[in-house]
């Protein structure tokens, strides 16, 4: 796991081609999603985060309920996956409340998070039941696409095109960064975080896949 506060990350862009059925409908479904927040928020790079980490923190928690009570079921070991999940779930759950402070989205576009929430948790619930195996890699591939994103805001700061303000506080304190740390320095730590989360969900369906599971799956 990545530790907060060290200056330090191996990022790098990375796609996994659709090759089979499975990959191609979570991929489909994530373009839908990418589709839906375009319509929204474009290229308002703050605001389109807020939305995207709503999203985002709604598939550890599920996916660490329904490991949790499948573990409890079977009464067998779930080999650190329920405690990954539910890490994954509270770091973007952070991530929304860093945007939430950059942001400042007005009563309506707080009313469309949780509407968006909503929705989302029920969907993504339906997937895990019906496929665990493509539900996490649709988090995979909505996290490569989450890495996008913040590369193309990370460009925007760097053109000059987005002011690299202050980072805030809880941002500060959650990283453990300098107290004069800025925007940009916040949006790398998020980064990182996504692209451990994109890798981490494409490593679980590739278990389901070969069927290399914990205990408690079997």
């Known amino acids: ?13 990375k796609h996994k081609t659709a090759a089979k059925l499975s990959e191609h409908i979570a991929y489909k479904i994530t373009q839908c999603l990418k589709f839906l927040l375009n319509i929204f928020y474009g290229k308002k790079y703050a605001k389109r985060a807020v939305i ?32 990954e999940l539910l890490d994954e779930a509270e770091n973007e759950r952070m991530h929304l409340m ?3 402070d950059i ?60 002011e690299n303000v202050t980072a805030p506080k809880i941002a500060v304190d959650y990283y453990r960064l300098p107290t004069d740390a800025l925007l940009r320095d916040v949006i790398l ?19 389901y896949e070969s069927n290399k599971l914990p205990a408690h799956q079997h």
């Not at 796991?1 to 862009?13: Q, R």
């Not at 999203?55 to 329920?82: C, Q, S, T, Y």
């Not at 969907?123 to 996490?136: D, G, P, R, T, W």
């Open 1 to 13: 796991m990545k530790l907060k506060g060290l200056n330090m990350s191996n990022f790098e862009l």
């Open 52 to 83: 995207l980490e709503t999203i985002a923190a709604v598939p550890g928690m599920v996916a660490g309920m329904f490991n949790h009570l499948k573990a409890l079921r079977r009464m067998k070991d779930d080999e650190g996956w329920i405690r």
């Open 98 to 100: 860093i945007f939430l």
């Open 103 to 162: 942001a400042k989205p007005s009563w309506i576009e707080r009313t469309l998070v949780l509407l968006g929430q909503g929705v989302f948790i029920v969907v993504y619930s339906l997937i895990y039941v019906l496929s665990s195996k493509i539900a996490h890699r649709v988090v995979g591939y909505f996290e490569e696409e989450a890495c996008k994103s913040y590369t193309e805001y990370l460009n925007k700061i760097d053109a000059g095109e987005v």
């Open 189 to 207: 730590r998020i980064r990182d975080d996504e692209a451990n989360h994109r890798d981490r969900n494409h490593s679980f369906a590739d278990a």
